[in-house]
């Protein structure tokens, strides 16, 4: 069954500390995207890519980094520089020049 | 001022009442429409998308664009405790999702 799988479904974290949420896809989508969701807030963009090797930054990225070194694989690392890292995080991915996304199940990280 | 202004509810209503969900938006750059549907503790999934203004309809569920006043809405007909969820509209720009806070519907059985 094709399909986006994020990993872990929960993580707790030190504050100061780094985590690395993993996002795989074997759906042979070109595009893959970050984004972070608040109660209230809907969904905000952290980070995208369109083809592997190359990525740009969405409109909250300060505090987060990326890596596209494999089509099927788009990890995103919450840094320590980020202030507020505790939220619900959605990976999601689609075929170029499409527009429905398919997104995984998340990754609920807790900062404490 | 949010790209995409939507009402987070909640709402509540008996089952078989007809939902009605709508956003606004402020960028005219926005092509494309969607619908997602979110269940808690889970990632939306894409219920219907259109392009012009004008009306779309699948199954129960019928959205519904008016370009020239930037307004979207979403009828959900003869609603079901299994439509109980969290919607959210998205437009898009340059193949990017701009997304609505999402509105929190729960039907009573």
């Given amino acids: ?112 | 001022q949010k790209e995409v202004e939507q009402d987070p509810g909640p709402l509540s209503v008996p089952e078989g009442a007809i939902v009605s969900l709508n956003c606004t938006y402020s960028n005219s750059a926005f092509q494309y429409f969607m619908w997602y549907r979110q269940y808690s503790r889970k990632g939306p999934e894409l219920l219907m998308y259109t392009y012009s203004s004008g009306n779309k309809e699948d199954g129960r569920f019928t959205a519904q664009v008016d370009k020239s006043s930037k307004y979207i809405s979403l009828f959900i007909r003869d609603s079901q405790p299994s439509d109980s969820a969290t919607y959210l509209c998205a437009m898009e720009d340059d193949y990017k999702l701009s997304f609505g806070a999402g509105t929190t519907v729960t039907v009573r059985a």
């Fill in chain 1, 1 to 112: 069954d094709g399909g986006i799988t994020q990993s872990p479904k929960y993580l707790f974290r030190k504050e100061g500390q780094n985590v690395t949420l993993s996002c795989e896809q074997n759906l042979n989508h070109d595009a893959m995207y970050w984004y972070r969701q608040d109660p209230g807030q809907g969904l905000r963009l952290i980070y995208y890519s369109q083809i592997v090797n190359d990525f740009q930054k969405g409109d909250i990225a300060e505090g987060y980094s990326v890596s596209r070194e494999k089509k099927e694989s788009f990890p995103l690392t919450v840094t320590s520089a980020q202030k507020n890292p505790t939220a619900f995080y959605l990976c999601a991915s689609s075929m170029r020049g499409s527009y429905g996304y398919t997104f995984g199940s998340g990754t609920r990280l807790t900062v404490v």
